[in-house]
């Protein structure tokens, strides 16, 4: 027999209804976060050169490390700048 146990104590996982997504990334501001993970930063390179050829403006942002949630600052920041966000999880 073989016990899972999850970590994060949720009993109920949370449910969020999803933003409805965009017609086009033209003109829309998009955040690229770096996890902080090694070679994050090289893929997010390539996927802002593409977002860029889209026409999408492009903000990059860093968490300080991978091993805990973005502060509380640096999200208010993304949400009050960014029309959409994509997250590096590349080792």
């Known amino acids: 027999m073989t016990i899972v146990l999850d970590p994060t104590g949720e009993s109920a996982p949370q449910t969020r209804q999803r933003v409805a997504r965009p017609e086009s990334l033209q003109g829309l501001t998009v955040g690229l976060l770096d996890i902080s993970k090694p070679r994050g930063d090289i893929f997010l390179d390539r996927v802002e050169s593409k977002l ?40």
């Open 52 to 91: 860029l050829e889209m026409g999408a403006k492009v903000n990059r942002y860093r968490k300080p490390t991978f091993t805990k949630p973005a502060p509380v600052d640096l999200r208010h920041e993304i949400a009050s700048q960014c029309d959409a966000v994509i997250e590096a999880l590349a080792d």
